[in-house]
Structures are given as C-alpha cells and as structure tokens.
C-alpha cells in the first residue's frame, strides 16, 4: 500500500475512478462496484481457497471487459453446509489485506426465482470509515456445481496505483454459464410466470459473437443443468423470446454494443444453440467470426 493514511487512499481512489469513468466512458458505478468485489473476492480467496468459483454477470465482466452488462452483484457456486458458509463469510470480513477496506455482511431474503438453494447476503464495503459501496452476494449451495477444475481469470487493474495486484479468482467454465442461461431462458418460475430477464439472451448472444466454445463440453453441460434442476426437458431448440422484450432488449443491447434488434440477437444465440440441442453437433468448436460450428 502506498499511501499512509485510508483517507488518502480514499481521495486517491475517488479521483481515479471519477477520471477513468470519463476517459473510458465507463460508468463510475460499474467501476466503484468492481473495486468492491475486487476486495471482498481477494479475502474470499484467503480464508476459503479452493471451495468457490465465481458465476453469474460479474464472471462474464471479466471475460468480456467493457462489452458485459453492468451487473450489481456477485455470485457464486460455493458447494457447502450453511453453518460452515457463515463461518467463512465471517472470517472474511475480518481479514486485514493492508487496503483500508472493511466488510459487513448480513442475510437477507433470497430470490424466490433463483435455483440452487441460493443463500443471500447484503454486502457494505466501508473505506476510511465511510460507506464505499453495498451490494448482494448470491451463494448457491448444492446445485450439482463443481467448483474443483475452474476457470482462472483475472479482476481489471483498478488499484495498480496504490500497489494492490488484481486478484485471479476462480469462474465457472463458459459452457456451464451457457447452459445455466438457457435453463433461466427456458424455464418457467413461480406462478407459471414464463422468464422477464432479457438480460440473458443478451448474454447468449454476445458470448456466439465473442467466444469459442467447445461442443462435447458445452453438451455436457447442459445435460447436467437441466438433469440436476429438474424443472424441465432440455428443449430441441431455442424458443423465441416474448414480444415485450423489444424495449429492455435494446437497451441493453446498447449499453454492450450489440444489434439492438430482438429478433437478431435470437438469431445469434439460436445460431450457436440449436444445432447442439438437436444433437446435429456434438463434437467440434464454435467459431464466432463465421458464426458456426467447425470440425
């Protein structure tokens, strides 16, 4: 740590992020929310190696940059028992990482829509004894999840500064995250309301326009989704999202820089999915410049 006193790297931190968000056209909010994850996930990483791996939007800022949505959470596969889970939590709030940050973490009530056994958790982030950031921390305990061969990717260079290394933290594998969205897309929530979250076909299409993904995996993948929540059959194909979409769709496809038509980002993530759901490809890679399987 380079500076002294907290309050120093307060207005230090403060002034950066303020002149990132205008040479970037970042958000600034985006940008204070990411230092605050940044901190929290590197007390995680110190007081629970090896037991977690992040999922969610956040994961997919880190794979994309500036092209993910903004998210206002962190989420993550955490496979263990509630009493041993707030064991962590708590010891992680107490670490002392010499970056003036301090934790508070509390329960709250947990998205009836989400799957997963989900435990819930508002987070504030303090800094020179002020409140810095909050946020909600979702943990899924026991939803078929294995955290034990991850991904490895690395938070953006938000205090390099100060002299505080990004942290590189453990993520879902982008197959798993692909299958998880389309059992969001696809399944029907309480009440027999169908899905209300545009955000994830954006997500499957930018991921078709972004990534290579490998077929066998990704297949795999959505069969261990769809079998171990039980909710529905794994469909042959993807359906057509709801007419009321069309305004939230485009912004959102906006903010990430995406056709802003509904039906073009359909297209898109149909063009990746359908022929792996309809068993037409099971081996090979997905190439996202010529938009199809290869090999």
Partial sequence: MRYQTAAAF????????????????????????????????????????????LKGGFALQLR????????????????????????????????DLGDFFSFQVERTTADPDRMGGAHRFRVQASLAGRLFETFLMDVGEGDGVTVSQ???????????????????VPVIPLTRQVAEKLHAYTRRYEGGRVSSRPKDLVDL??????????????????????????THELPS????????????????????????D????????????DSVLQGKVQSGAWNPQAQRWDG
Wanted: glycine share 6%; no cysteine.
């Fill in 10 to 53: 307060r207005r230090a931190l403060e002034d950066r992020l303020k002149e990132r968000s205008r040479r970037d056209g970042a958000l600034l909010a985006r940008l204070r929310k990411q230092v605050a994850f940044d901190r929290l996930l590197a007390r995680l990483l110190r007081v629970a190696p090896d037991q977690w791996a």
């Fill in 237 to 260: 194909d993807l359906p057509s999202p709801p007419a009321e979409w069309r305004v939230p769709y485009r912004q959102l496809a906006i903010e990430v820089g995406l056709d802003t």
């Fill in 262 to 273: 509904l039906n073009a980002g359909h297209t898109a993530a149909a063009g990746m999915l």
């Fill in 150 to 168: 991850p991904e490895a990717l690395t938070t953006p260079d938000l205090l390099g500064f100060a002299g505080i290394e990004p942290v590189t």
């Fill in 205 to 230: 299409a930018l991921v078709a326009q972004l990534f290579s993904l490998d077929a066998a995996r990704l297949l795999l993948d959505l069969r261990e989704v769809f079998a171990s929540r039980g």
């Fill in 64 to 95: 994309m940059a500036g092209r993910a949505r903004t998210t206002r959470d962190i989420d993550l596969a955490w496979q263990v028992q509630e009493d041993e889970l707030l064991e962590r939590l708590i010891e992680a709030t107490i670490q």
